[in-house]
């Protein structure tokens, strides 16, 4: 066997990708097998939040996903009597350089990812499955089968399933997946529609259900998904299919044609007992599985993955501490439980048959609508759960506030806001960036280069003036994935030096560089 790689990243979904983009943007050794011949060629999921792009414009690829997907703003709720337009995402983001849904097929996320990658150097070893783990002293062996049947021996320091619901890291680490599954059968298809106003969500509201449209324009104008009835037909899904249940849903006006991709099947709410096992990952849906429900799954994948990567490079650079690594299911595994709860209300309340739900869509919902539109509390608070903006890390070990807190601002743990406008830009390189706020002579290079020591490869420093997160005189550092590590008010940097000195210690006998 050749010298340990420092992980192998299996699945090449959207999480896999996204994980090798940071893990290469970081130095890291790697490879990035998936057992499928080809990406994905069908829709699959189709929303990207806001986090999610900004979290990836670091890698300069936001702007090609946005030029290439809708930027959705409103929801057309069709009701028995009325239809309702609601705003979507217009209050509650304005800390954000994308204050929007972007509806975008899987299958155009993954092209855009995997070319980034194919541009460093990357190859995505398609047709090559994952077989066996062994653990061996620091390392673990993995067996691979490639497309021709042939095997092949790999040693790794870390392996990440990003391989999905089905997850074969998962198994062989041995780590459970609890939940359940629902009772109810879906069907999706990516088509074209007449009778649909472009750019909006539409949603037809029932008391058996609801139905959906989304703009979607490649591989097809828009995505259909339906609860199908318990007196359906079962079998395959076909055209006929669609055309009777969205006649039944209310949507009698609409001319469904062309479909390019139908499917049906079940849902599931399950999520991985622990986030890690010994040098085993779970990242993505081979972490935690859920319903649709505000176009949550792909995004809190790749925002596991970009949790992940930074930590693993750093650690395997001999940059920082094993115990970094402990801090991914510590943040993580929360964000995930959470996710699980928030979608499962939300379909239940949408789906479920019991007498009081169904009355509720059927009766109170056409009555209760129009008045979300002033509902504006309601609406942020709604808006930025879903746009994932709002997720924190504050109660982690990598989170630390010094002796003088900030009075307002971002606190450690919280994502590093785009306020002023511009500052996430100026942070997008990889690495840890320190923000110093307050006039530029309260930081000279003398008071600076202490923190520095050792670490210039590894932090950026940003003299801020009056444009920072912070009123008056304050300083924090941004870690690799966006989110605050440390904040403290005032000039004083012995506490920064204290956080520094644990989690990017200076130990030239581990240190190395690829």
Request: charged share 20%; aromatic share 6%; net charge positive.
């Amino acid at each position: 066997m050749t010298a340990p790689l420092d992980a192998l990243v299996v699945g090449a979904g959207p999480t896999g990708l996204a994980l090798a983009a940071q893990l290469r943007a970081h130095g890291a050794g790697f490879r990035l097998v998936d057992r499928s011949l080809d990406r994905a060629r069908e829709s699959r999921a189709l929303g990207i939040q806001p986090r999610t792009l900004e979290a990836l414009a670091g890698f300069g690829v936001t702007d090609l996903l946005v030029a290439r997907g809708n930027p959705a703003m409103r929801l057309r709720l069709h009701l028995t009597r009325r239809t309702v337009s609601l705003p979507l995402f217009d209050i509650g983001l304005t800390d954000t350089p994308y204050p929007f849904l972007l509806f975008l097929s899987q299958a155009e996320t993954e092209s855009v990812l995997g070319a980034h990658l194919a541009a460093r150097g990357v190859t995505i070893e398609r047709g090559t499955e994952l077989i066996g783990l062994k653990r061996k002293e620091a390392d673990v062996v993995c067996r691979l089968r490639h497309r021709d049947g042939t095997e092949e021996a790999l040693a790794a320091r870390y392996v990440v399933g990003c391989d999905g619901a089905h997850s074969t890291v998962r198994t062989l680490a041995g780590i459970d997946f609890e939940g359940y599954a629902y009772p109810q059968t879906y069907l999706l298809a990516d088509l074209d529609v007449d009778g649909l106003e472009p750019g909006a969500v539409h949603s037809y509201m029932t008391g058996a259900g609801m139905l959906f449209f989304f703009p979607l324009g490649s591989p097809a104008p828009w995505r259909m998904l339906a609860m199908r009835p318990a007196d359906a037909p079962h079998g395959e899904v076909t055209l006929p299919l669609l055309r009777q249940i969205a006649d039944r849903y209310g949507a009698r006006g609409l001319v469904l044609r062309d479909p390019v991709w139908m499917t049906d099947f079940r849902l599931h709410n399950r999520g991985a007992a622990q986030y890690r096992s010994g040098p085993c990952f779970l990242a993505g849906d081979a972490a935690h599985i859920h319903s649709p429900a505000g176009a949550q799954g792909m995004n809190t994948g790749i925002q596991d993955a970009l949790n992940l990567g930074w930590k693993i490079a750093l650690v395997c650079r001999g940059a920082a501490p094993e115990e970094l690594l402990e801090t991914y299911g510590i943040e993580r595994a929360p964000v995930g439980r959470g996710v699980r709860r928030f979608t499962d209300r939300a379909f239940v309340i949408g789906t479920s048959p019991h007498p009081l739900l169904r009355l509720a869509r059927a009766r109170l919902a056409p009555h209760i609508a129009p008045s979300a539109v002033r509902a504006t509390a309601p609406r942020a608070w709604v808006f930025r759960t879903v746009s994932e903006l709002g997720i924190h890390y504050r109660r982690s070990p990598v989170s630390a506030t010094g002796p003088r807190p900030p009075r307002r601002g971002p606190r450690a743990g919280d994502r590093l806001p785009d306020l002023p406008r511009g500052l996430q830009a100026r942070i997008a390189a990889p690495g840890w960036h320190l923000l110093l706020t307050g006039p530029p002579h309260l930081w000279p290079d003398r008071a600076v280069d202490p923190v520095l020591a050792g670490r210039a490869d590894l932090i950026t420093v940003h003299r801020l003036d009056d444009r920072g997160p912070w009123p008056g005189v304050a300083h924090g550092l941004v870690r690799p994935d966006g989110h605050l590590g440390y904040v403290a008010r005032g000039a004083g940097l012995d506490g920064l030096r204290g956080y520094v000195d644990r989690w990017l210690p200076i130990e030239p006998s581990t240190r190395h560089t690829r």
